[in-house]
């Protein structure tokens, strides 16, 4: 469990609000690792081990391990348990269904006695509305993050869509603030948004944003910068895949230690210039 207070003191302290993203393919993967049991755990292990103090949270992507099967299951069960506790544990799921269905995926997710896990956050598709959402706020102290508006191209096949007061995705923000307040909910929104920022913050001034696109996606950490940063931070910008390829060889973990030390140096200039350090 981690509260929006422990959050901000976290991002403080390791000056840096640094997502790592854990998407492991095992294509790409280095080849020495496959002798392991569980190359794919041990690729993780590794990559936590050289990042851990450069980064505030973790976002192991779901997809990236149900694609293994029951394997894979159990190499993202063995993941969350490496996860440091002074990192925000993020499950990437984008879940999103009827209010009984919502049920089984919060105690997947969020009830270690059941499913193994107990992730501080989970992604959510906000698509089918209040009844698909709440029951992960059920789970007292964790972290909801919804989807407002995604760094995909096809973003704008409806989350720019006239909804008769503005665009759907403000309406998301607008409605999903009436369910829970921002020591509760984040929103989902895309490096390569950066643009939309200042009107994002115009509904959710005060919630802290997931921001997945700056690396592979091209998304730029100066401009989300420049109109999301909040008194407080407010930003968790994610990286996965220049972090976690940046080196196929046996270097891999130097090398994704090289480039998340870049990104946070370069966070810990904007929380300077921002006056929070
Ligand atoms: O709008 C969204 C929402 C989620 N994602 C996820 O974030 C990471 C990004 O990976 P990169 O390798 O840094 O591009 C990945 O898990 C996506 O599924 C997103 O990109 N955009």
């Known amino acids: 469990m981690m509260s929006r207070q422990e959050l901000i003191e976290q991002i403080k302290k390791k000056k840096s609000f640094l997502c790592v993203g854990l998407d492991p393919d095992i294509n790409k993967i280095p080849e020495f690792l496959k002798s392991y049991p569980d190359p794919i755990l041990e690729f993780n292990k590794r990559i936590i081990d ?3 103090d450069l980064c505030i949270a973790y976002k192991p992507n779901a997809a990236f391990y149900e694609a293994y099967g029951i394997k894979g299951l159990q190499s993202l069960i063995d993941t969350y348990k490496y996860l440091p506790k002074d990192c925000l544990s993020i499950i990437d799921a984008k879940r999103g269904d009827i209010g009984n269905t919502s049920d ?52 704008k096949d409806f989350q720019y869509l006239q909804t008769g007061d503005g665009y759907l995705y403000e309406n998301v923000i607008k409605k999903a603030n009436t369910w829970a307040g921002a020591d509760r909910i984040m ?6 948004k950066s643009t939309e920022f200042t009107n994002i ?7 802290f944003l997931l921001v997945p696109g700056v690396g592979a996606q091209g998304g730029s950490l100066e401009e989300v910068c420049k109109y999301g940063i909040t008194k407080d931070c407010g930003l968790i910008v994610n990286s996965s895949r220049s972090i976690l390829y940046a080196s196929n060889g046996e270097d891999f973990a130097d090398a994704a230690r090289a480039e998340a030390l870049s990104l946070q140096q370069q966070m810990q200039a904007e929380l300077e210039k921002a006056g929070i350090l």
Do not use: C, H
């Not at 929103?187 to 390569?192: E, F, H, K, M, S």
């Open 50 to 52: 050289a990042t851990q």
């Open 104 to 155: 089984k995926y919060a105690k997947a997710f969020f009830d270690e006695q059941s499913g193994g896990m107990s992730f501080d956050a989970i992604t959510i598709t906000p698509y089918m509305g209040n009844d698909s959402v709440t029951p992960y706020l059920a789970y007292e102290g964790k972290w909801v993050i919804i989807l407002a508006l995604t760094s995909s191209v096809g973003s």
């Open 187 to 192: 929103y989902v929104v895309g490096a390569t």
């Open 201 to 207: 913050r115009a509904y959710a001034p005060d919630n």
